[in-house]
Structure formats: C-alpha cells, structure tokens
C-alpha cells in the first residue's frame, strides 16, 4: 500500500517514513529540501533497508502538484508534514508562511478530490490552544487566536480540511503534536535545524557539543513550580508510531467522523529546567545555562490530556523524558562525527 509523505525528509516526516516502511507500507517522500537534506534518504535505508522513493519539488506549483497524482495513481493515503515551522521567521514573513503552508495544502486536496484519494493526517500542533485556562489540554478545549503566522496556518488549515471534507469523499485526522524532541535510537536521522535553534532541545544538545556558549532560559518567573515554563515533549519516534496507526486507522474504515483530532504528547508536563536536569542526568554533561527574560509571544504552560488518543487509537507514548533527552544527545554526538 503506497503512503504518499509530504516533507518526509524533514525531522518528523523521516521518522514516520521509517515506522511506515517498518509496518510494509510502499513510501514516496514529496519534498522541496528546503529545510531538510537528500542524504536522509540513504539515512533511512541504513535503517529499514529500503529507500522510499522520492520526487523533488515544491507542492506550492499547482501544475507539478496535479502531474505528480496524475503519475502515481496508486497513493492510497498522505500523510502531509510539509511546511515552514519557525514561530519568529513567520512573524517577519507572514506572507511566505501563509503562502508555503496554506497554497501547498490547498494543492494537495484538490490533488486528492481530482484523483480520488480519501485519507489525509494533518500535522497540526497545539499551538492552536494558545494557552490554555484548564490544564491538561483536551481536544475540546477552546481555539484561541493564534499568537503567530505560523500558529494561524495550522489554525487555518484545520478549517480548510474541515470545510473541504463536508461536500468531498475526503476523511482526515488532525494530529495535535505537543513538543517533539529526541531521534532515531540508531542516531542515523534526527533533527537538522538550519543556523542557530529555536528550539530548547537542538539548543541544549549544541551547548553541550559546544556550538553555543550557553543555554538561555527564557524566564523564571512563570506561575509554575520552578518559575520555568511548562511542556509536554514527547519522543519523535512515539510520535512517528501515531502516524502509523492513523494511516491503519483510515484505511480499515475504523474513524468515527470524517475528521477526527487527537492529541500527540505524553500527558506530562516537564519545565525547561526539569529537561536541562533531565539532560545532565542521562549525559553526564553540566549543561551552561543563564537565566533571562521571557521570549516573547511564550505561553507558561501546557500539557495534553491524552486519554482520546490512548483509547480510540490504542497508542501511548512510551520513552521517558530521560530516553528522550539521552537520545538526542546521541544524534548530537552523532552529527558531529559527520562533519
Ligand atoms: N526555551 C528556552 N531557551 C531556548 C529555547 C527554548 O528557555 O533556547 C524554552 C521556551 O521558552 C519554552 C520551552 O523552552 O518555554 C520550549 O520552547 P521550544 O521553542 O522548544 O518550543 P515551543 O513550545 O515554544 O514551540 C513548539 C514548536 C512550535 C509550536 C509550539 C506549540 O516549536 O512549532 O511548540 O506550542 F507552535
């Protein structure tokens, strides 16, 4: 059965690609390489034995996009990662978010109305909760106004496969993803951030490396146990596996709705200085930190209520946050030996 991966060469999307083909599914990997590399392809094939296929090229180009299922008549299924992701780029260049995430999206579901593909899993994030008034974040739980370009491509694109699916033979599950970290435990794919990180985990495994002189916490002074801000990170690979499993879901006709949504975290809750301590735990590694301001834009805390997607996909996040910590010191390290 052939999963069409929209970005799969990027950080999640290479994980998935790799449960998939581990679970027989046929992948072919849609990506304009534009924050991702070739040579994950290999990289995945050291790992499961067979490189997915590939074609190269912007899903923004509506005509390149419509030839691309012309010619492969065969995808039963997407599974759409494709897309920008950095919070504060979005806020100097809303227009390229909107454009990139939104135009790409709309390709793909005149694609799948044109050609008769049913299933699609949205990446969506829970940045869509903004911050949240009751913790942990349900999949019921208020919208808010998103805080940034990028949050509002994933709040606008929820509504555009919604609306799209009610008049179409079109069904889609929506994956809420709280904060992945980690990598592969073979260290063979991981995350590639392109310049300096955003993110707190890439930032503290390139403090350890020495790429950067210390780690900023940004603020001590949340309504939380610690005074740091709270999240829920999950190990990519528990989340890769829910890609799968909502992949099965749809094609054995077992969804419920047209269009479901559910949670990807742990159910816990862990503050920046829990993972720094989590870090030097599992490494060994004292880690240089600094406190300072809040980022702006940060919310103080959330973490998901899981129990919708434990008992309707029968999917739990296992690794520890120690698991995870330890395994993208390992990817780090990893990197390192490359260059
Ligand atoms: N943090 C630091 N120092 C850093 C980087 C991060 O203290 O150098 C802190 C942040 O302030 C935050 C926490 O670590 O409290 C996590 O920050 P990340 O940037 O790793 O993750 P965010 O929760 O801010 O953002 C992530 C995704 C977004 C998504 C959002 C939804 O990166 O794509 O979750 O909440 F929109």
Known sequence: MKILVTGGTGYIGSHTVVELQAKGFEVIIVDNLSNSSIEVLDNIAKITGKKPLFEKFDLTDSEKTEDFF????????????????????????PLMYYRNNLVSLINILQGMINNGIRDIVFSSSCTVYGQPERLPAREDTPIQKANSPYGNTKQIAEEMITETIVNENIRAILLRYFNPIGAHHSAFIGEL????????????????????????????????????AIRDYIHVVDLARAHVIAVERMVAEKGKND????????????????????????????????????RPGDIEQVWADTRFANSELGWKAEKTLDEMTASAWKWEKALAVKK
């Open 70 to 93: 012309k010619l492969h008549n065969d995808i039963k299924a997407i599974i759409h990662f494709a897309a920008f992701k950095a919070v504060g780029e979005s806020v100097q260049l």
């Open 193 to 228: 951030p392109l310049g300096i990180p955003n993110n707190l985990m890439p930032y503290i495994t390139q403090t350890a490396i020495g790429k950067r002189d210390f780690l900023r916490v940004w603020g001590d002074d949340y309504q939380t146990p610690d005074g740091t």
């Open 259 to 294: 269009v479901e949504v559910f949670n990807l975290g742990t159910g816990n809750g862990f503050s920046v200085m829990e993972v720094i301590r989590s870090f030097e735990r599992s490494t060994g590694i004292k880690l240089n930190f600094k406190i300072l301001g809040r």
